[in-house]
C-alpha cells in the first residue's frame, strides 16, 4: 500500500493498521510533500493550499514532523468544527494515541496552518473530508482534512512506538 491508497481508504481500515506501517506511510506521505511543495496544482498534490487566488502545493513536512505539537505561540486560531459535512466522530481511539478524531483533527489542524502560514481573521472551518485524494487542504477559510492523515500524523508523535 502507498500513502496516496491509503488516504482512499476509510480511516477506519488505517486504524487496524499495524504501526510500523502507519508510520511508513507518513514518511512516504512526508517526502512526497517535500517534492510537491510551492508548485502550481495542475494536478493532484497532497496538500493543495489556497495562496492569493492561486491553488499550490504547501510546504512540505519533515518525516519526523510531529502534527500534534501546534507551535501556537500564545495566539491560536479559532477553529470551528460544526460544517454541514460529515461529523467528526468524539469517541477515543487507541490508535490515535486516545484521542477521539475530532481532538486529533483541532491538533492537526493548527499544527498545518500555522506551518504553512496561514492568518485568518475569522474562525477556520475544519471539514472531514475522508476518502478524499489529498491528506488536508486549504481554501477560502476551509481547512479539510481526510482523517486517513490523522492514523498516520499520530503514529508519529511521543505516545507512539518510534522504530
Known amino acids: 500500500m502507498t500513502a496516496q491508497q491509503a488516504l482512499l481508504l476509510p480511516p477506519e481500515q488505517l486504524e487496524f493498521e499495524a504501526p510500523a506501517l502507519r508510520q511508513e506511510l507518513f514518511r512516504e506521505l512526508s517526502a512526497l510533500s517535500l517534492r510537491e511543495q510551492g508548485r502550481s496544482v495542475e494536478s493532484p498534490v497532497l496538500f493543495p493550499l489556497g495562496v492569493d487566488g492561486a491553488l499550490v502545493a504547501a510546504p512540505g513536512l519533515e518525516p519526523r514532523h510531529d502534527l500534534l505539537q501546534a507551535p501556537d505561540a500564545g495566539a491560536p486560531l479559532a477553529l470551528t468544527f460544526d460544517g454541514s459535512g460529515e461529523r467528526w466522530p468524539e469517541d477515543r481511539r487507541e490508535s490515535l494515541q486516545g484521542l477521539s478524531e ?62
Open 102 to 163: 475530532r481532538e486529533a483533527a483541532e491538533l492537526v489542524a493548527r499544527t498545518l496552518l500555522i506551518h504553512w502560514g496561514v492568518t485568518a481573521t475569522g474562525p477556520v472551518q475544519v471539514d472531514r473530508a475522508s476518502g478524499a485524494p489529498y491528506a488536508a487542504a486549504y481554501l477560502d477559510g476551509i481547512l479539510r482534512i481526510n482523517p486517513a492523515l490523522l492514523y498516520l500524523a499520530t503514529s508519529q508523535g511521543p505516545g507512539s512506538t518510534q522504530p
